[in-house]
């Protein structure tokens, strides 16, 4: 499991839009096993109007591990709401492989 402080920028999220962020993880996390992304315990988005959701997540294996080049965890933001939801501050998330 990793801490992923401030994973999700401030932003406005238009009106039924899905939105991909790509965060470095630790090298720890290899392979193509399946991955979580959800908020601390007792957070939800930082000062949002409208509240999108989290979707879908995976990782994206290395290049290479000897070449110090970090896995990637991707993860969808969806706003399936008639109005632009709009997050004002950061917001962290925490990532677990399985």
């Given amino acids: 499991m990793v801490y992923l402080p401030g994973a999700i920028a401030s932003q406005t999220i238009s009106a039924n839009v899905t939105v991909v962020v790509s965060k470095s993880i630790p090298s720890q996390f290899k392979g193509n096993g399946p991955v979580e992304i959800s908020?601390?315990?007792?957070?939800?988005?930082?000062?949002?109007?409208?509240?999108?959701?989290?979707?879908?997540?995976?990782?994206?294996?290395?290049?290479?591990?000897?070449?110090?080049?970090?896995?990637?965890?991707?993860?969808?933001?969806?706003?399936?709401?008639?109005?632009a939801a709009t997050i004002t501050a950061a917001s962290d998330l925490v990532c677990t492989q399985f």
Avoid: C, I, M
């Fill in 39 to 83: 908020f601390p315990f007792g957070q939800l988005f930082q000062n949002s109007t409208g509240q999108p959701s989290l979707g879908e997540s995976w990782l994206t294996q290395a290049t290479s591990y000897a070449g110090q080049t970090k896995p990637t965890v991707n993860f969808r933001l969806v706003n399936s709401a008639a109005a």
